[in-house]
């Protein structure tokens, strides 16, 4: 029978044990490993099934508390973890350096709609969320004012596990926020309510739990309370389970009710209001709208006005380069939620026109709401998150500036990184140089662990299953700690090609029982579960791995996740990666495998694109250019094929001399591990997340701080003036016109000129009623391809001479520089210019000849 109610009863720590209540509160311990330590010693059999330090506390008896209370040793451990908690939570870290040198921002916020810091809080499904997380921690290590937003799920992410038949089965944990680390936001005794109109007159109201992630504060809304009628209670109750409709009110609730939740924190907590927003993900964009009208209520500003300075502060990532992938919504269901016919007050955003809102999300496609759309037009910054994952979304949203090269498109990148303390092994110490030998005995402790962790779930999973114990004998010998260790898990995305392996069944089979230098393969991953296309390819693995010929060499194991993944990413010797190039954004699984000395063989796609460096791993080539599906998978398979035929597999089993060896002959493979010296030496210090939040710090959070200032200084004089030349822009722009050129060409030339000199040039601009300095007029250069496009534009300025041709064109001079022989070309064109602008291109209008 199910509990109708629960409850949880803690004891009385006694009072030199009474630090590790904070310690357990605080997700710090996550990435800890001195904290964990101490609480897989208070109960070694309670951390090893839940690896959860509260968890620990609550089933932990007063008389192992009183034993350890009387162990001196121990109790000395904990006052030093509390003390080093303390002490990392006030140390001036890296930011504060910062901020002594240059303005930085006073708080920043960053919403998503996942969160994946530790398997304990399982709210999140992967790689977006577990970024997130990651976001945090490393925020955290590095001492930013960030504050974290997103939503409290009832129901965790899904579980997988099999049937006999290899089919996945979900099924749903209860996260009780009493037993998890979260701590309700009061103000005073009572606790904070925040509540967004909902239509019909109804408001869904949601709690903030806090969670505490080192020294950053993650809010958690959580709509399931009394106040709401059962339809709105449930607005929380699963990440990615619902419909379109569920699936609105989850993102206005983190979106509005977010900002709203964000104000009250800093307001009780007296914590800087945040200088940045930080959308991650398009899920977060009515945070944009929610701020707009803030400013249009309290500061009484125009629409426009208001945008001008939510846009300054606003950076906006985008995480997929699937146009499918895209968050989108019917525009009804947009009028709906945020006009809803109501009056006044009781509209979700009383003051903000819903024609005005529609138009930040429209797209190509009539009455869609686009979610990305509207973070890129309410974000002033935008990036993908590798730079291969920049030049696709430039691409991608390159219609939103119409006129433009893509180059100009105003999207950067910033590559993902992951957290080091979380995903390095502890067998890797901290520092210092060393050995071969002492590379390949590290190597060979964590393939070895990785094989007990497989030998565990394999059983575990033929148990659920449906078999015996007797039946299983098998699986206490599956895996071989010698073997070369191949690690594919990942989602079961169509592009991400789960069975790509399988395309020749009879090739892999061979190389998984050569009997000298055989291969092991140890699969993962979870399909969503509405997809029953990704969960016949799980099946397909799974019936392969079934054959009792190969079963001791491949395994699937089911229930991919944070706890899972830190021992295949950190035992696997290869991580193999092969996503139908460009589809993988980033990717960040095989930044984790190459943090442990794991050796990346993969597609260059999303990371892997712009860090191969030949020397940390393989490049599987693509046949991009193949439209064919069925052949680009032939010939990226055979590909993949060949490199572990002719290159991965000898290097592995070659020692020292270079003389290939089998199996039982246990010498250095020094090919191999100068590899793996190599890639933590080279790459593992690229693929941290420390360096991901630095460079948003640097290149998105600063300058966009700097905006805001900008913007709002004077009463927002700078916010005002940019919403008044917009106005006049759209006014002006339609009569705005290059009217003609004047070449300046040495006499006598025909049209030829010597490299290194310079052709002046004066253009003849109709400037519509805006003054000559309210648009930059730039020349663009360069070498001309067979279609007459500039192919390498070298961009310069003209300035306005003050005069004026006998048609009262406004003047424009400059030169061009010809530094090269060849075939040039040039253009004149006209943009807007204006101070609140961060690139010209922004407003996304141009005028050329
Ligand atoms: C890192 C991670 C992911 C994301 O990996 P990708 O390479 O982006 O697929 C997914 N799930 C878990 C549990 C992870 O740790």
Not at 664 to 687: C, F, K, N, S, Y
């Amino acid at each position: 029978m199910k509990a109708f109610r629960r409850f949880t009863v803690r004891v009385q720590l006694p009072a030199n044990l009474q630090p590790l209540t904070e310690l357990a509160a605080n997700l710090r311990w996550s990435w800890h490993r001195p904290t964990q330590d101490l609480f897989a010693e208070i109960d070694p059999e309670v951390w090893a099934a839940h690896g959860d330090p509260q968890r620990v506390l609550d089933e932990t008896t007063p008389e192992r508390l009183t034993e350890l209370s009387d162990d001196a040793d121990f109790s000395t451990r904990v006052a030093a973890a509390a003390n080093d908690l303390a002490e990392y939570r006030s140390a001036t870290a890296w930011y504060g350096e910062l901020a002594a040198r240059q303005p930085v921002p006073a708080s920043i916020a960053y919403f998503s709609m996942e969160f994946g810091i530790t398997e304990v809080l399982p709210i999140y499904s992967g790689g977006l969320g577990i970024l997130a997380g990651d976001h945090l921690k490393a925020a955290s290590d590095l001492g930013l004012p960030l504050i974290g937003i997103g939503l409290f799920y009832r129901s965790g992410y899904f579980r997988q596990s099999l049937t006999a038949d290899g089919w996945q089965i979900e099924n749903y944990p209860i996260n009780d926020p009493r037993a998890l680390p979260l701590t309700p936001l009061c103000d005073g005794d009572d606790p904070v309510l925040i509540t967004v109109s909902m239509p019909g007159g109804r408001r869904l109201t949601a709690r903030v739990l806090v969670a505490r992630v080192g020294r950053i504060s993650l809010l958690l809304l959580d709509s399931d309370l009394p106040e709401n009628d059962a339809e709105l209670r449930g607005v929380t109750d699963r990440l990615y389970g619902g419909d379109q409709d569920h699936r609105i009110k989850q993102e206005i609730l983190l979106g509005v009710g977010g900002v709203r939740a964000v104000r009250e924190y800093t307001r009780i907590t007296g914590t800087p209001a945040p200088e940045v927003f930080h959308m991650n993900e398009g899920h977060a964009g009515f945070l944009g709208l929610e701020r707009i009208r803030e400013l249009v209520t309290d500061a009484q500003l125009s629409f426009t006005q208001a945008e001008a300075a939510v846009r300054a502060s606003t950076v906006f990532t985008t995480h997929t380069p699937v146009p499918a992938g895209i968050d989108r919504f019917p525009m009804t269901m947009v009028r709906h939620y945020f006009d809803a016919d109501e009056s006044g007050s009781s509209r979700l955003l009383p003051d903000l026109p819903v024609d005005v809102i529609c138009e930040l999300g429209d797209e190509a496609a009539p009455d869609i709401f686009n979610m990305a759309h509207l973070g890129l037009r309410l974000g002033q910054r935008a990036n993908g998150v590798s730079k291969l994952h920049g030049e696709v979304s430039r691409e991608m949203f390159g219609d939103l500036w119409p006129g433009f090269d893509t180059t100009e498109v105003p999207i950067g990148s910033i590559t993902n990184g992951v957290h080091g303390d979380t995903w390095r092994s502890p067998h890797w110490p901290q520092d210092g140089t060393l050995s071969d030998a002492e590379i390949w005995a590290i190597r060979s402790e964590l393939r070895d662990s990785l094989v007990a962790e497989v030998r565990r779930r394999t059983y575990a999973s033929g148990r659920a299953r449906g078999h015996s114990d007797a039946e299983l004998a098998w699986t206490r010998e599956v895996f071989d700690s010698r073997v070369l260790t191949i690690g594919f898990a990942r989602r079961a995305a169509t592009y991400k090609r789960l069975t790509l392996m399988l395309r020749d069944p009879e090739r892999l089979r061979r190389l998984l029982t050569d009997p000298h230098r055989p291969i092991q393969l140890v699969v993962a991953g979870k399909a969503h579960p509405a997809d029953d296309g990704g969960k016949s390819l799980i099946q397909q693995i799974v019936r392969f791995t079934d054959d009792p010929a190969l079963r001791g060499r491949i395994v699937f194991l089911p229930d991919y996740d944070i706890g899972m993944a830190r021992h295949i990413y950190a035992g696997c010797d290869v991580w193999l990666n092969n996503p139908v190039r460009p589809m993988e954004a980033c990717g960040t699984s095989g930044m984790k495998s190459a943090l442990n000395g794991g050796l990346n063989l993969s597609i260059l796609d999303g990371w892997w694109d712009e860090m191969a460096d030949g020397h940390n791993g393989w490049a599987i080539p693509s046949a991009d250019e193949i439209g064919d599906e069925h052949r680009r998978d032939d010939i990226e398979a055979t590909a993949l094929y060949e490199l572990l035929e002719n290159t991965v597999v000898p290097l592995y089993y070659s020692s020292a001399s270079g003389q290939l060896r089998t199996l039982d002959d246990d010498a250095i493979p020094a090919g191999w591990v100068d590899m793996v010296r190599h890639t933590i030496d080279e790459l593992a210090p690229q693929v941290l997340a420390e360096r991901m939040v630095r460079e948003y710090t640097t290149e998105l959070y600063s300058p966009a701080a700097q905006s805001f200032r900008d913007a709002c200084v004077n009463d927002y004089a700078l916010a005002r003036d940019l919403a008044d030349y917009r106005d006049r822009l759209a006014l002006a722009w339609p009569s705005v016109a290059v009217t003609g050129i004047d070449e300046d060409l040495p006499p006598h030339s025909s049209g030829v000129v010597a490299p290194g000199s310079r052709v002046g040039l004066t253009a003849h601009v109709a400037l519509g009623g805006l003054d000559a300095g309210e648009v930059a007029v730039q020349a663009v250069g360069g070498t001309v391809d067979a279609a007459g496009e500039i192919v390498d534009p070298i961009v310069t300025t003209l300035s306005a001479t003050g005069a004026t041709d006998s048609s009262g064109r406004a003047l424009f001079t400059g030169g061009l520089d010809v530094a090269r022989s060849g075939r040039i070309g040039y253009t004149v064109r006209v943009l807007p210019n204006h101070r609140g602008l961060a690139v010209t291109s922004e407003a996304g209008l141009v005028r050329y000849p």
